[in-house]
């Protein structure tokens, strides 16, 4: 765990970016935290008997009621299986992944140092390019008329028009 010493040298002008800090600390971002704290939910819900409350919500079906008319809302199973895709875990083998606790244990904490690990790249690469200034190419982008400015979006390109008025 990190200490008020190990990062005392740190003054807040430095501006160091979270996945500086997360490292500096030695802990994960607050979505490996929490896909964790599902996963060993998940796990011991599943080993639990079938006669057990927990087990009967997480495995049943609403039989009536209707939907939003702006969208479903995503159920606990919902975001369980988008986090295992994420992961790289198949969630059509939620039962079998999940039977051996200890198996279990090591497989989900692995796939989520690796998910923890590709976020932190992907963030580091998108600081380097906006530190860097790097420049969509023009045939990618909306060209502005009057400065030749290139927009990533149709929308930005009209935002960034209004500044010509």
């Given at each position: 765990?990190?200490?008020?010493?190990c990062?005392a040298?740190?003054?807040?002008?430095?501006?160091?970016?979270?996945?500086?800090m997360?490292?500096?600390?030695n802990?994960?971002?607050?979505e490996?935290?929490?896909?964790?704290?599902?996963?060993?939910?998940?796990?011991?819900?599943?080993?639990?008997?079938?006669?057990?409350?927990?087990?009967?919500?997480?495995?049943?079906?609403?039989?009536?009621?209707?939907?939003?008319?702006g969208?479903?809302?995503?159920?606990c199973?919902?975001m369980?299986?988008?986090?295992?895709?994420a992961?790289?875990?198949?969630?059509?083998?939620l039962?079998?992944?999940m039977a051996?606790?200890?198996?279990?244990?090591?497989?989900?904490?692995?796939?989520?140092?690796?998910?923890?690990?590709?976020?932190?790249?992907?963030?580091?690469?998108?600081?380097?390019?906006r530190?860097t200034g790097?420049?969509l190419?023009p045939?990618c982008?909306?060209t502005?008329?009057n400065?030749?400015?290139?927009c990533?979006?149709?929308?930005g390109?009209?935002?960034?028009?209004?500044?010509?008025?």
């Open positions: 765990m990190c200490c008020l010493r990062i040298h740190i003054r807040w002008k430095d501006k160091v970016p979270n996945t500086k997360l490292q500096i600390c802990l994960m971002g607050i490996a935290m929490l896909m964790t704290a599902q996963y060993r939910w998940a796990g011991h819900v599943t080993r639990m008997e079938d006669t057990r409350l927990p087990k009967i919500t997480f495995y049943s079906e609403l039989e009536h009621g209707t939907r939003y008319h969208g479903q809302l995503k159920r199973k919902d369980l299986k988008m986090n295992m895709r992961c790289d875990l198949p969630p059509n083998e039962e079998n992944l051996d606790r200890s198996s279990w244990r090591s497989s989900f904490k692995k796939q989520v140092s690796d998910f923890e690990r590709r976020r932190i790249l992907s963030l580091q690469d998108k600081r380097v390019q530190k790097c420049q190419s045939d982008g909306f502005c008329d400065c030749s400015c290139v990533a979006s149709r929308i390109l009209i935002s960034h028009q209004q500044t010509h008025l």
